[in-house]
Structure formats: structure tokens, C-alpha cells
């Protein structure tokens, strides 16, 4: 089995920054990429920004330039910076973790992180 593990919220100002990190565990044979995704109240889970095993990122129109995803694929781990951060951004943000064992691939995902951005 495979854990992954979130951490970093909490509630922060408009303007202000916020650190998330998160690290996979257990049976992994391969670690294809990891990734961040959000869901608002009300709203369906969207997906934030994401790493891939090549190092390559990709980010939602939404927190280009503000965000910034980063990690060691080796050490299953990623993280997410978050600066300017705006109200729109509340959410609770989950980490996800493509792992591969000798057979086949599965997203495992985190138990999530509230993040809450108001004055």
C-alpha cells in the first residue's frame, strides 16, 4: 500500500504566502509524478499544478505566475508554493501520487489541507 501525506495549510491574508509539502510512502516501484489539485465548497476538485517523473510542469490559467510546484520525484516528494495569494484560492488542496508497482499504475491521493486566504 502507498500513504500520502499533506501538510502545510492554514489561513493566511490576501497577499500573503503559504508552503505545502507532501511525501508518498510504502510499496512504490516508480513514481510517475505528482500533483495538486483543490476543491472549493460548493465546487468540483480542480487541479492546481502537477510534476512529472521528466520534470515537467504544468499549472492551471488560474495561479500561473503565483504558484510555483517543485520536488525530488526520488524521494517522493513535492511541494507547492503559494504567493499572492487571493480569497478565490480557499480550498482544501490534496496531494496526488502516481505510483507504479511491477504490474500497473495508481493514483493515490492525500487526506487533504485546508487553505484559507481572507483578511
Known amino acids: 500500500q502507498v500513504q500520502v501525506v499533506e501538510s502545510g495549510g492554514g489561513l493566511v491574508q490576501p497577499g500573503g504566502s503559504l508552503r505545502l509539502s507532501c511525501a508518498a510512502s510504502?510499496?512504490?516501484?516508480?513514481?510517475?509524478?505528482m500533483g495538486w489539485f483543490r476543491q472549493a465548497p460548493g465546487k468540483q476538485r480542480e487541479l492546481v499544478a502537477t510534476?512529472?517523473?521528466?520534470?515537467?510542469?504544468t499549472y492551471a490559467d488560474s495561479v500561473k505566475g503565483r504558484f510555483t510546484i517543485s520536488g525530488d520525484n526520488t524521494k517522493n516528494t513535492v511541494y507547492l508554493q503559494m504567493n499572492s495569494l487571493k480569497v478565490e484560492d480557499t480550498a482544501v488542496y490534496y496531494c496526488?501520487?502516481?505510483?507504479?508497482?511491477?504490474?500497473?499504475?495508481?493514483?493515490?491521493w492525500g487526506q487533504g489541507t485546508q487553505v484559507t486566504v481572507s483578511s
Open positions: 510534476l512529472a517523473s521528466n520534470g515537467k510542469t
Open positions: 496526488r501520487a502516481e505510483i507504479y508497482d511491477i504490474y500497473s499504475g495508481t493514483y493515490y
Open positions: 510504502g510499496s512504490i516501484f516508480h513514481n510517475n509524478g
